[in-house]
């Protein structure tokens, strides 16, 4: 199965211009592709991480194969191997079926979701070519490589959040999360052609082996460094994190597919595949641990105070990823590739159960809701359990994967992160709860009721239900050879179980909800109240602790002020060197036609006077002796 | 290997000629079409005959030699033939006389080009390039009756006559000075550092000779008249497959017999490559006609190939391998569309493509991508052997050079979207039809902008070929 591991990105591949270039009149042919290509390719998942972890592929012993693509044979101090190559170890066979996996559970999602709209088929066309990419760049064994898709999932990333681009905010939303990934993947690419100046590589396993004959640590912590702006990018840590939100604007499948579950986990996986640079670095290793911690606080505190219920999850989203980070950051790659693939189940999972509540009111306010669970049983059910995934109630899947970044970082000296990590363990279950208590239950606040959802969408929250349940267990601290032996980096660590840690974070998370169900449950406590109390914390928390207000002010007074000198610059400076240049091109140009006169004698005199002044030229010094 | 064996791929195609030329007089007048469509199958099949024995290596008569080097030349002409056949079945069908000899004429001039290719010594080598300038000063003039078709003729046979004499010269001193015609005896005498003065003389004729078919700056004047005014197939076939042979034949000689003179022509090389690549691309800016537009910017790619001579070195040869291959496809590319439109509207002029996106998508793509390539720009084929080409020069410390190259190239962009602008954004003189593009030239059009992507997006398979014949070409 390994051997045909390139298949699973082209599977989709082969989709898109299907759909774009055949299928498109025919809508239900479309989506049949799609998901055809997508199944088929999970199916090939499946087999590759069963084959993976019974056949002896370790992280030390993966499967790589490649073709070359661009190479300078033959050149003397010039080296240039560029491949289009694969590497099949447990890491990647695991993001390998995660990513299949909600992909394909999205895309039959999206056949209820997406009935009736317009761009029905160019929609699965789109998914399509995210999948593959973003398979393309788990699969990749070369940073080239991997750079390459990951532009192209930014690409798709960008399509789809401005899906409906007649929506002047969608529109706004893609542009900038187009912009701000720009900035980003721009310090990745220097970084990584930094490490190819001084290893002449792009090859991960190469890199690896070169890396501990570094010609200077300091060089290699400013590539790290660099292409740690990639992660920052893509997985929306602070300070670049205010595309992620805005990015809810697309339809909210994409939501769950690309801004939650697979494409922003693209950045952990990156520092997963360059783990031993940045684990070789201690103090870019510190960088990433507080980034990522920073994050996780910093989100999770703008989530308790906002409305929509997209926003909620998609800083709920940051706050989970900045964990994850963190994870990378302490060191247990582990753990944090074992909270990616958990949480991408119950994040897709709580996405698309607020995909059909939005899909049953058309209303994203959770102020507006309320009530909803007599209306959408199915949905209240899968919702509520995603939610306590998310909070940390044991034993469902979230609850394992936190405790392990949780236990990471306090059994590896970072008691600073582990005291953090719980106080977001606890904010998360608050305002997962205070969303649940205030839209499912209690009095109907604007009078809206829902229905349940069609099948199509049904059916993908209670596969993925389930599978909050069930997945937790992979990696359970008492089951042996569990996650924790299939993906590792250096030696397979498997931690014993600590129950304090344990205790505190499940007592956290249920005070959490505890403290949830008296304010927006019961209602003893006064929200109100509370908001009048620390209105300033309150407004400061309400308007993202006005980040997208500095970045507009950094933008007009600065950017823009910086523009205008650089305009009045480019319009009176360098358009008069190059139109000069240019008018001086052109006229040679026309100049030089003359010497074609049409006349032959002409010609032969050139001709002849060329090899005359040659002959001059070359023999003269033969002639005199000099050579 | 037998001699037979070794010599299939010319036998064939010297048989092909000939058989052409007889069978010319046997088919009745009208059914003619019938020699084209044979000419353009047997060139197929003597290719993949070509492509089997590409490995095949020997000597024959100590001064033909066959090897991956000249067999990839082979190709090169083979294809480009195939592509020429298949668009001159509509343009010669209306000339209306000739047809037979056309033909074989073509197929004559590529045993010619072959022969250059192989030849390991001077006469067998001036015996290629007497067929092939012939050939071409027939084909040059094909269209009797027309003005501008004579005129490049008669510029074609006196000039090439001029470069002959001069190449010819050149290889007389090079004997006298050597006592050999052999290519590997030549290089003995000039490896135990017997350089005279004459022999410096001999060897800059024998550039000039070879500059002359490269089309080369200061040696160029005639291809912008003689493109113009021959025949397009001829001129297409003109400006890929003669400029190849020139260089398959250039490097033998060069590389092989006087490579250990090379600090003596390096410099010479450096001089040539500078103005082929300036003069061809600035003299295309004003250019109205189609064919001298076309013209000019092979001028130019003559200069982008010389920088692989400049870079004398494996990769120096193998990006010369790779980019003349593309070329030729994307030359053809263009120059078939340049054919299909003048059997349409009899015009070469630039400003009466005018909206032939409308008229005619497949031509305008075709036209688009080709210049692309020609000046490029990626994912087109173009854009990776351009990329081989300035970095042969940059590996050798050449970084100038290279800035120059890319300089210039920028510059090529601009006359090439003129003319993109004009297809795409002009509106169509009214009352003008759709154009008609006949199945075969559809097929080749497709053929060749099917190779100019293959290519750019996964150039590897080409690059291991042309890079392979290169390192068992250049020690």
């Given at each position: ?73 033959g050149a003397k ?529 050139v001709f002849f006077a060329a090899v005359v002044v040659f002959v001059l030229w070359v023999a003269t010094p033969v002639?005199?002796?000099i050579r | ?68 080097f000249?067999?990839?030349f ?42 250059l290719a ?7 080598l001036?015996?290629?390039l ?33 470069s002959?004499?001069i190449l010819?010269y050149g290889l007389?001193l090079l ?8 290519i590997?005896?030549i290089s003995?005498?000039v490896?135990?550092?017997?350089v005279?003065p004459?022999m410096v003389v001999g060897m800059i004729f024998l550039l000039g000779g070879f500059a002359f078919k490269m089309a080369a700056v200061p040696f160029h004047m005639?291809a ?18 003669s400029k190849a042979a020139a260089f398959a034949a250039f490097l033998r000689v060069f590389f092989v017999a006087l490579g250990d003179s090379h600090p003596l022509w390096a410099e010479v090389i450096v001089a040539l490559t500078i103005l082929s690549v300036v003069v061809g691309n ?16 092979s001028i130019s790619q003559a200069g982008y190939l010389l920088l692989g001579i400049v870079a004398f070195s494996t990769l120096g040869v193998g990006a010369i391998l790779y980019h003349s291959?593309?070329y ?57 052997s351009k990329?081989y080409l300035f970095m042969a020069v940059i590996d050798q410390g050449y970084i100038w050079l290279a800035i120059l190259a890319v300089l210039m190239s ?60 290169a390192?068992?070409f250049f020690h």
């Amino acid at each position: 199965m390994i051997r045909y591991a390139w298949l699973v990105p082209l599977f989709p591949a082969l989709a898109f211009p299907v759909i774009a270039f055949i299928t498109r009149r025919l809508r239900t042919l479309s989506a049949l592709v799609g998901i055809g290509a997508i199944a088929a390719s999970f199916v090939l998942s499946l087999g590759i991480l069963w084959e993976t972890l019974t056949s002896g592929v370790t992280m030390e012993k993966p499967v790589e194969y490649a073709l070359s693509w661009l190479a300078l044979p033959g050149a003397k101090d010039w080296v240039l191997k560029i491949e289009a190559g694969v590497l099949v170890d447990p890491l990647s066979a695991v993001m390998l079926l995660v990513v299949t996996l909600v992909a394909l559970l999205v895309e039959i999602y999206s056949v209820g979701y997406m009935h009736g709209d317009p761009g029905f088929s160019v929609f699965f066309g789109y998914l399509s070519l995210f999948s593959a990419s973003m398979l393309g760049l788990v699969l990749a064994n070369n940073f080239f490589m991997m750079f390459f898709f990951w532009e192209l999932v930014g690409l798709c990333s960008y399509l789809l959040i401005g899906f409906y681009f007649h929506k002047p905010e969608a529109a706004r939303a893609s542009l900038k999360a187009f912009v701000v990934n720009r900035v980003a993947d721009f310090g990745f690419m220097l970084g990584f052609f930094y490490l190819f100046l001084m290893f002449k590589t792009f090859n991960f396993r190469e890199l690896a082996e070169a890396l501990p004959h570094a010609p200077h640590m300091g060089l290699l912590a400013v590539a790290a460094t660099l292409i740690f702006a990639g992660p920052i990018g893509k997985s929306a840590q602070f300070p670049l994190h205010v595309w992620l939100p805005d990015a809810m604007e697309g339809p909210t499948p994409v939501s769950a597919l690309i801004h939650a579950a697979t494409m922003v986990a693209a950045g952990v996986y990156l520092l997963a595949r360059a783990f031993v640079l940045f684990a070789s670095i201690p103090e870019v290793s510190l960088l990433v641990a507080y980034v990522g911690g920073f994050t996780a606080l910093f989100a999770a505190t703008i989530a308790l105070t906002q409305r929509d219920i997209k926003r909620i999850l998609a800083y709920s989203t940051m706050s989970q990823l900045g964990y994850m980070i963190m994870a990378m950051g302490v060191g247990s790659m582990t753990a944090g590739m074992f909270h990616l693939t958990t949480h991408a189940i119950f994040k897709a999972l709580l996405f698309l159960g607020a995909g059909s509540v939005i899909h049953a009111l058309h209303e994203q306010d959770i102020f507006r809701m309320g009530g909803l669970a007599k209306d959408m049983k199915v949905t209240t059910a899968t919702f509520v359990l995603g939610a306590l995934a998310l909070a940390g109630i044991p034993p469902l899947a979230g609850f394992w994967s936190k405790d392990e970044i949780l236990l990471a970082a306090y059994s590896n000296g970072y008691t600073g992160l582990y005291i953090l990590g719980t106080v977001v363990a606890f904010l998360t279950s608050f305002y997962m709860f205070r969303l649940i208590f205030v839209a499912f239950f209690g009095r109907r606040r604007a009078g809206l009721h829902g229905h349940e959802s069609p099948k199509c969408m049904t059916v993908p929250l209670i596969i993925l239900a389930t599978l909050t349940v069930v997945a937790g267990f992979i990696g359970a601290p008492f089951v042996p050879h569990g996650f924790s032996s299939w993906v590792y980096f250096g030696e397979p660590h498997h931690l014993e179980p600590n129950y304090f840690v344990m205790v505190t974070s499940t007592l956290v998370a249920i005070l959490g909800i505890y403290l949830a169900w008296l304010i927006y449950g019961k209602e003893v406590i006064s929200a109100e109240a509370l908001a009048q109390r620390w209105r300033s914390i309150h407004t400061v928390l309400y308007n993202k602790y006005y980040i997208d207000e500095a970045y507009l002010w950094f933008f007009r007074r600065v950017v823009l002020g910086l523009a205008e000198a650089f305009h009045w610059h480019d319009r009176h400076v360098v358009d008069g060197i190059f139109d000069g240049v240019g008018d001086t091109v052109r006229w040679s140009g026309y100049r030089l036609r003359y010497l074609h006169s049409g006349s032959l004698p002409v010609y032969a005199l050139v001709f002849f006077a060329a090899v005359v002044v040659f002959v001059l030229w070359v023999a003269t010094p033969v002639i005199g002796g000099i050579r | 290997m037998p001699v037979w064996e070794l010599l299939s791929v010319e036998l064939l195609t010297a048989f092909l000629g000939l058989g052409l030329l007889v069978l010319g007089l046997l088919v009745p007048k009208g059914q003619k079409r019938g020699l084209g469509y044979l000419a353009a199958l047997g060139l197929v099949g003597i290719a993949a005959l070509a492509f089997a024995l590409r490995e095949a290596q020997g000597v024959v008569w100590e001064g033909y030699i066959i090897d991956p080097f000249g067999t990839y030349f082979k190709l090169l002409f083979l294809f480009a033939a195939i592509l020429t056949c298949v668009s001159s079945f509509e343009y010669i069908g209306r000339l209306g006389n000739g047809e037979g000899e056309y033909y074989a004429l073509i197929i004559l001039s590529t045993l010619g080009m072959m022969i250059l290719a192989s030849a390991g010594e001077l006469i067998t080598l001036y015996l290629g390039l007497e067929l092939m300038t012939i050939s071409f000063c027939i084909l040059a003039t094909y269209r009797r009756g027309d003005m501008k078709s004579a005129e490049a003729g008669i510029k074609y046979i006196i000039l090439g006559a001029l470069s002959s004499a001069i190449l010819l010269y050149g290889l007389s001193l090079l004997y006298g000075s050597t006592g050999s015609t052999l290519i590997k005896d030549i290089s003995l005498v000039v490896n135990s550092g017997g350089v005279t003065p004459l022999m410096v003389v001999g060897m800059i004729f024998l550039l000039g000779g070879f500059a002359f078919k490269m089309a080369a700056v200061p040696f160029h004047m005639w291809a912008p008249d003689v493109y113009e005014g021959a025949p397009t197939p001829v001129t297409a076939f003109l400006s890929v497959a003669s400029k190849a042979a020139a260089f398959a034949a250039f490097l033998r000689v060069f590389f092989v017999a006087l490579g250990d003179s090379h600090p003596l022509w390096a410099e010479v090389i450096v001089a040539l490559t500078i103005l082929s690549v300036v003069v061809g691309n600035l003299v295309a800016i004003p250019q109205k006609n189609i064919k001298r537009l076309l013209a000019y910017s092979s001028i130019s790619q003559a200069g982008y190939l010389l920088l692989g001579i400049v870079a004398f070195s494996t990769l120096g040869v193998g990006a010369i391998l790779y980019h003349s291959m593309l070329y030729v496809f994307a030359n053809m590319g263009a120059f078939m569309v340049a054919t299909v439109f003048y059997n349409a509207d009899k015009s070469d002029e630039i400003q009466d493509y005018a909206g032939l996106a409308r008229r005619s998508p497949l031509l305008a793509a075709v036209m688009l991508f080709s210049l692309l390539s020609l000046a490029g720009i990626p994912p087109l084929a173009g854009f990776v052997s351009k990329f081989y080409l300035f970095m042969a020069v940059i590996d050798q410390g050449y970084i100038w050079l290279a800035i120059l190259a890319v300089l210039m190239s920028m510059v090529s962009v601009y006359y090439y979207l003129q003319v993109v602008k004009v297809m795409y954004l002009g509106d169509p003189p009214p009352g003008r039809p759709a154009i008609e593009v006949p199945l075969g030239v559809q097929i080749a059009l497709a053929c060749s902008l099917a190779v100019l992507f293959l290519f750019g997006i996964y150039p590897t398979p080409l690059t291991n070929y042309a890079f392979s014949s290169a390192a068992a070409f250049f020690h």
